[in-house]
Every structure is written in structure tokens, then in C-alpha cells.
């Protein structure tokens, strides 16, 4: 049933509803995965997640835990040893200094945006960020009652996805509060350069602006580095930034719902209340599982990553091979964001494709009017899978 067939049971229960949360457009690609869900014989590579479970020794440390009775409440900024881990880890990553006090564990990166943005973000207040995005990241704002402007991400003649900051500064107003990032990024895989974050650093500093940074995909990076350029290194006590991450890519745990927020001390005691009305704490086995994936799981973040670039390599010779593909060059996170010449809805070409072969892709639409025309395929699957998707995407293409 639709989100309208529900409405129409009682319009008066419906429109006592806000309107901003009537106005948000429900998922796309949940739409195409509802209708794929349950079928035999499909490819899905619609949502953004790893095929694989969490590692053996990850779950075992969760299990341990329940097992120990670690069934309680917990405190509501995490427990003291996975925030010092934490630290340590970003520490170890970005030579920084950050101490437990800069650390807020939530319950996944998507609630860790949401309380990063009731902390500085009210009705009437505006937002910036970059398009193609992740939905969520305009929905959060909208039920927030502030206003979103988008600046599109260019993809350029050689192939790769642009930003031009200045067209960042020139989309701020009086109102503006946050310049929300996501590098790298959803769907595109584009990241920002440590040069143009300085800049931006500088700017939204003279305005009292918050850098908010989602960095969810920070250690899928093909190109041979271990990490992405990340604002944890401009963090300085007196500044206005504030960086979302997120158990959930690198250490295959979409399901467990862990991330933290990284955040100067005067900003993580705010957000520590928050954490109370929102979710009261991440479960204390699932922070005890956090420990050990960092303090152990480096090579199976490497691996991994070494797992995807050889799909992300399948997945761009093949789409490279199809006469009517565009496919911009991106370096990082684990889509491809590619155009096919000739298709405009790709909601509508999305569905068809499942209901005619079986491949599972999101449509562009979903990631705001920047992404139409453009189809998201996620790349976090054996080189099988991506040969199996692109075999029927070839037939499809044929006939169509
Ligand atoms: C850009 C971006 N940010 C945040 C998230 C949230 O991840 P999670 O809530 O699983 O930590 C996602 C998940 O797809 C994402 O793509």
C-alpha cells in the first residue's frame, strides 16, 4: 500500500499529520526494492550495504556481551571505553589530539545526523549542501521545519564529479546555518579535496557557519590511500564543526545501527542530551562489538576494501563496454552513478529492469533533480553478482 492509500482511510487523521512531513517524498528506491523483495532470481544492488554478514569475531563480541548479561541501560554519550577507543581511532587516523569529551556514540550515523542537526538547526533556519545526495539528508532539515538550498555537483568533460566552492558561498544567506557535506559521497563517489576544505573551513568560520560533515564512507578509497580527506583535522576546539560517521560501511555492521559524531567538547555536552529524548543510548553489547571492530578490524577493512575495488574494476569495464552508458570516474564509497542515453525516468526504468531481468538498481531520481537521468548500482558484492547484474542489463538495454 502507498503512503496515499493510507491517507485516504481518514483525511482528517492524515492532515492532523505536519505538513512538512506530508510534503517529504517516501523512498524511491524503497520503492523499487519493495517491489523486488520477496522474487526469485534477484540481483539486488539497490541499497547501500555490504553483501556479506559482520565479521565472525565482531558478532562474538556482541554475543559475549549478552551473554554477560550487558542488557542495561547505557550512558547516554556511550560508554567510556568505546569513546576513548574511539578517539584513539580517529587519533591514530588523522594525527589529531582528540580527546574522549570530542565523541558522542549513536545509534547509527543516520541518528547521528539527525541529533548533530536538532543541536544547531531550528524552524526558519536554512541549510546547504551538494546534489546528488543521499535523501535523508534533505528530509532531516525539512522535519526540522528549516529550509534546504542544493548545489550540484558538475560532472566534468574528463569524467569525474566537480564542486566549484564558490557556488557553495554563493548558495549561503543570512539564514544559512549549516553547510552540510557528505564526502565521500552518495551516490556519486566524489570526494572533497583537502584544499577546498580548507577553504570552506575559512569561510564558514568568518560567518559563524557550522561545517557539518557526513563521512560515512571515509575508508572506501580506491586510490590508494587509507582514508578520505576528512574535516577532523580543521577541528579545533573553538570551531564550528561537526563530523557524522558510522560502523555501518567499513566494518559491514548496517544492522547493528552504530556511529558516533565527532565534535568540540562545548558542542558534545549538548549533544549528550539530546541523545536522551532521542534514543537514550546505543545498546551496551552493540558498543562492546564497536570496540573490538576497532581494535581488530583493520584487515578486514582492508580486505574489504580490496574486495570492492576488483567489483568496482568488473563493474566500470562493463558499464565502460555499453554504447549508451555515462559513467562519471569517482574513487571512493562503493556505488557507480551512471547515465544511460535515452532514459529519463529512471524510476520507471528501474522497475522495468527488475520485473524484466531480475537486476536491482536505485533510480537517480531519489538523490534530488541533480540525479535524474542517472542510475545508482552498489558495488559491495562479489565480481559473480556484478556480472550477473550487467548480463541482464545488457539484454535489457537491447530491447530497449
Ligand atoms: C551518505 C550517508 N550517510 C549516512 C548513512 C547512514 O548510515 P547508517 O545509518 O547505517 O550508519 C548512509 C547510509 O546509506 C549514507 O549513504
Partial sequence: MSTADFAARSPFVHEGIRKVVRDITPSQIREVAHLGMGRDNVVPLWFGEPDQPTPEFIRKAAMDALAAGDTFYQPNAGIAPLREALAGYMNGLYGTGLAPDNVIVTVSGLNAIMVTLQS??????????????????????????????????????????????????????????????????????????????AK???????????????EVYARLVYNGQNFAPSFVPFMREDSRIMVINSFSKAWAMTGWRLGWITAPAAATGELEKLMEFNVSCPAGFVQQAGIVALRDGEEFVASSRDRYARSRKVLVERLSAMPRVMLPEAEAAFYAFFRIDGVSDTLGFAKQLLLSEGVGLAPGEAFGPEGAGFIRACYAVSEDRIHQAMDGLERFLAKN
Fill in 200 to 214: 570552506l573551513v575559512e569561510f564558514a568560520h568568518a560567518r559563524g557557519i557550522w561545517i557539518v560533515a557526513d
Fill in 120 to 197: 544547531v538547526l531550528g524552524a526558519g533556519d536554512h541549510l546547504v549542501t551538494t546534489s546528488p545526495i543521499w535523501p535523508n539528508i534533505v528530509a532531516i532539515p525539512q522535519v526540522l521545519g528549516a529550509s534546504v538550498s542544493t548545489v550540484p555537483l558538475q560532472a566534468d568533460t574528463s569524467g569525474g564529479w566537480q564542486l566549484d566552492v564558490q557556488s557553495l558561498f554563493d548558495a549561503c544567506t543570512p539564514a544559512t546555518k549549516v553547510i552540510l557535506l557528505n564526502t565521500p559521497n552518495n551516490p556519486t563517489g566524489w570526494m572533497m579535496p583537502a584544499e577546498d576544505q
